[in-house]
């Protein structure tokens, strides 16, 4: 038995290389493994060693950029990171379907979000309740006062809303604070907001302020896409018809629902990771929109319009920024929005959209059609290739010939590469 102990006094306190040594003892790490882990990458390791707590190391994903999107009549060249094979390829072959006139139109709601303040213990809730609507301007007056900046650029509060809710606790007042954070996430603009006025609500009501904090289900802060292309381009009529019918099955069995949006969460949350987004909250909040009704539904529909041509939408709360957080701390976040070119929280908004209808109508595409797995196993099979030691052009025969043979399997893999080799030396 292990006598060692993970209690370790003052970790935080000490540089990244004391942390690294510290663990790489625990773990019994080898000195290529500590390179390894010591590798930043793009990352400067003070921006690292700020941006979270006890950093020993780096982790890098692959940075792609999606091709062929023309969104509002607009080309982009959209970035995303991500480890899963396929989807980079999936969504630049779906935006080139899309591609017709204005291409995929999308629009983004204002950028409000929601910062609640949970009051209990109050006596008579519900009359408390209306004394908090009573004192409505003053909240919002005190809210604005922190954040002059905000205000300056044309954002604050801008409506207060007031529910009971019971609970096992008794009834609970929860007061809403609805703030347009503008190009912001904005969950610190919107904490500090609530947290300011949690004592005067608490005066209001002489109840006690348990949670003042930002609510990440981001129902104001809607961002819709829709798309029209011609059977002919996803393969027939025939494809499409069964693209409607797979969304239709999504509509009806939330099980199937749920991958049906994890398809549509590849793309967006790639886009997230590229730009420094909090990619947590999106896809808390996706996935609470998608169950609104309380039944699990899909985020996106496809339907065949009047004139036999296949049409898609999605309606998706994004609650991104392109100002302040990893989006501007991060040197590579900085640099996909460069790429990207959005202006403003509510374009990139409407793009993340659009890359997610798009990933959507790849995946239905590719179940109907050829199966998920054609693609991915092609490139799982060069995976397996690289890790069994393969290089140049060993990478693919390797493959090939694994895909060929219907043997996708590393120990496989291996096995052709030391047949290769073998067969070279002689």
Known sequence: MSNRSSRIPGFYKKSLDERLRIVAEWAGLTSEEVETLRNLGSLPEKIAD??????IGGMTYP???AVNFKINNKDYLVPMVIEETSVVAAASNAAKMLRHGPGIIAYADKQYMIGQVHLVNVSAPRYKAMKI?????????????QDSTLI???????DLEVRVIDTRMGPVIVVHLIVDVLDAMGANTVNTMVESIAPLLEKITGGEARLRIISNHAVYRLARAWARTSPADVGGKDIARKIVEASILAEADPFRAVTHNK???NGVI???LATGQDHRAIEAGAHAYAARSGVYKPLSTWELDEEGMLVGSIEIPLQVGIVGGATRVHPVARIALKILGVKKASELAEVMAAVG???N????????HEGIQKGHMKLHARNLAIMAGASGELIDKIAERMIREGRIRYDYAKKLLEEYLKGEKE
Not at 133 to 145: R, Y
């Open 357 to 359: 209808l798009a990933q």
């Open 50 to 55: 700020s941006m979270i707590e006890n950093v």
């Open 270 to 272: 790639a886009v997230a």
């Open 152 to 158: 300056k650029l044309g954002g604050g509060p801008r």
């Open 361 to 368: 109508l790849a995946a239905l595409r590719a179940l109907v």
């Open 133 to 145: 609507i009573e004192h409505k301007e003053e909240i919002l007056d005190h809210a604005k006062q």
């Open 263 to 265: 398809g549509i969460m």
């Open 63 to 65: 940075f792609a950029v």
